[in-house]
């Protein structure tokens, strides 16, 4: 009576090289679209058919570049911007800035409007944030914004709460004017956020 046949080395070989290629077949069959294809950029913020823009979200999480205040108390009384304005940058275009010194295209910039609360705290007499006011951005856009000067437009979503979902870009002449004859770096006011010129590179 015959034994059972034996197998050579190089069959059994061939028979495992044939698994392990079925098994990453089926393993790519399995596998999402996504998780083949890189994630797209996160879009900044939305608009609507009509050219409004929506609120940002998550921009608290974004690279905060300072505060600035111009208090009523230091400006007679009627100070033009007397909330603390906490200003934020989307992450890409910060990475931006400080490889090139510019705002590249695409760039937000939130500007998130805290009243004066109490002046005087443990640490002594001063200026203490409050509650939220308002809230607005501006963003560079050479597409969208093309005949806006620098390509900047401002929007505002109010400065009492409730805030607008929505909102219309500012006529030109109400910021943009102001931006382009006293902004230091491409109608941004670098000069008064001390991350940006920090961040800014140092020519050699």
């Known amino acids: ?5 034996r197998i050579s080395a190089t069959a059994i070989v061939a028979i495992l090289v044939a698994i ?3 098994s990453c077949l089926l393993t790519r069959a399995a596998a999402p679209a996504s998780a083949e294809t890189p994630d797209a950029p996160a879009t ?5 058919t009509d050219g409004k823009v929506k609120q940002p979200v998550g921009y608290r999480k974004w690279m905060y570049i300072g505060t ?3 208090p009523n108390d230091l400006n007679g009384g009627e100070a033009p911007f007397p909330e603390f304005h906490a200003v934020y940058i989307d992450p890409e275009s910060f990475a931006h800035y400080e490889k090139t010194g510019q705002f590249r295209d695409g760039t937000v910039m939130v500007k998130e409007l805290l009243s004066v609360g109490t002046k005087e705290a443990t640490s002594g007499k001063g200026y203490f ?4 006011t308002g809230l607005e951005i501006s963003i560079k856009d ?7 000067p620098g390509n900047w437009a401002y929007f505002s979503f109010g ?4 805030l607008k979902k929505e909102s219309a870009k500012n006529a030109g002449a109400s ?5 382009q004859d006293n902004a230091k770096t491409d109608w941004v006011f670098s000069q008064y956020y001390p991350v940006l010129r920090a961040a800014a590179p140092r020519s050699k």
């Open 44 to 48: 900044l913020v939305e608009f609507t």
């Open 1 to 5: 009576m015959l034994g059972p046949k």
């Open 68 to 70: 600035p205040l111009t």
């Open 20 to 22: 392990a290629g079925l």
């Open 142 to 148: 050479s597409k969208r914004f093309k005949d806006e």
């Open 175 to 179: 910021c943009n004017q102001c931006h």
């Open 159 to 162: 400065h009492t709460y409730p």
């Open 129 to 132: 944030m409050g509650e939220f």
